[in-house]
């Protein structure tokens, strides 16, 4: 076989398990396909070692004829992910060489299953960001390239910025990510690459660096709307240790992959076309309603009236929670410590140190909201209109609406420089159309809907049902078969 990172997570899964292909070979590839990709910077940390000895049992495993679901297949995992003897960074100073002794439940699941891991994957610090420009470890370059633009450095999404590149420049088979107002979604759009923000509760939280832990879900990034399934199935599933995880039985995903959408009903919500929206997103929101219409699903105009009061309320209810969260890191309990007069001194000038101007941002807003005085008339009055986006969603499926169709992004990727240098809300509107599901609780989907002008991937959204993922993979699946094909990138990284 020819080029071995340009196999599909199933296609690989099928030689493997028909012994066409061995793990070790498989690995190989990808790790030098990792190697010779360094300039875009996806990981923050590589696991050759791990890689290759987890390659190896692997094929035993196979010889022995006891493969696991995900036997051989090289991933990546984000570096929000704990991993037992592997430093996990969340791509902060704060954490320092921090090396947890403990593996994340999700990523545990998915070795529990026979995945290879190849690395840790760079992505925005504390997964705050949509462009993976906030990394302490430098942002990640996305393998696409605009038109006429050679020079231009395409931001990859973020946060999961590292999982998205690496997935689109064929590093691995998939990563794992995390979403908390789009941080997979988004950069998935961004990538050509499919991401799946599962159901809150749907997977573990347990292990993850928490941000948002009201809003924070792990998921993948896959190439195809089958690998993304094929590991979903793998990471969900109830966890004591998370008591916000649900013990809801995780059905076989892939078997949704083709099935039929005849008679399903689609509401597009009216509020989702922006003043402004650009012509190119309108036009692509439009191709996949037609899409959709083709393969005999129902479209229905709705309305989800709060939708305009979901990005100001995100963004003081995910600061709160951070602020809380991010409390831990005081220069005792983990990594970083810088030495002061007294311990005041010393938590001042670790956390000045050890956090960088987006998370420091965020810490700061997070405090007001919550303080004395504020709490009321910014932290109460978001939790109350969140529960009044989540009822508009309610009304919704209640209606008989089976999901929801919307465009992922308000735009294609952008350069590294070009969004939010001096305003940061900027970059927050990244997420106009994907943090409404996270205020939710709802399980959403980015399928890339073809190529635009500027030669950059496009990405559509699907929010369904609560525990619902099944629907959302079988109309993604008939949105992939029904856009138009495109490669991904040619490595000029190389
Ligand atoms: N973490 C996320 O889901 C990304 C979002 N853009 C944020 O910065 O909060």
New binding site residues.
Partial sequence: MSDLTHLSLADARDALTSKKISAVELTKAHLSAIESARILNCFITETPELALKQAAASDERIAGGQAGPLEGLPLGVKDLYCTNGVRTTAASRILDDFTPTYESTVSGNLIRDGAVTLGKLNL?EF????SNETSAFGPVISPWKRKGDPGAKIVPG??SGGSSAAVAAHLCLGATA??????IR?PAAFTGTVGVKPTYGRCSRWGIVA?ASSLDQAGPIARTVRDAAILLRSMAGHDPKDTTSVDAPVPDYEKAIGASVKGRRIGVPKEYRLDGLSAEIAGLWDQGVQWLKDAGAEIVEISLPHTKYALPT?YII?PAEASSNLARYDGVRYGLREPGRDITDMYEKTRAKGFGPEVRRRIMIGTYVLSAGYYDAYYVRAQKVRSLIKRDFDEAFAAGVDAVLTPATPSTAFAQGEQGSTDPVEM?L??VF?VTV?MAGLPGISVPGGLAANGLPLGLQLIGRPFDEETLFSLASAIERAAPNFDFPQPWWR
């Avoid at 997964?127 to 949509?130: E, I, L, N, R, V």
Wanted: no cysteine; charged share 15%; proline share 0%.
């Fill in positions: 925005d997964a705050m960001g949509s973020g946060s995390t979403d908390t107002g789009g941080s988004q941000f995100y995910a927050y990244n997420d994907t996270n």
